[in-house]
């Protein structure tokens, strides 16, 4: 799947990733559960690779 976004839209993902990302990993690390920690885990590593991917496409020059 393939979804396009605008500059805007990318750099409101990208900011509401960063506000979440250290939510999400206090609460991966103050689970009990083993099965959701490794779930919240992955989460994170897959959120991380999305924002990198943000960050490219924010610093790429807009088209006139």
Do not use: W
């Not at 979440?20 to 959701?36: A, G, I, N, Q, V």
């Not at 885990?41 to 496409?57: C, D, H, N, P, S």
């Amino acid at each position: 799947m393939q979804v396009t976004v605008t500059h805007e839209e990318a750099q409101v993902l990208s900011d509401l990733l960063n506000a979440y990302l250290p939510e999400l990993h206090d609460e991966t690390y103050k689970t009990e559960s083993f099965e959701l920690r490794e779930q919240l885990k992955r989460r994170e590593i897959v959120l991380k690779a999305l924002l990198t991917r943000l960050g490219a496409m924010l610093n790429q020059p807009r088209p006139c």
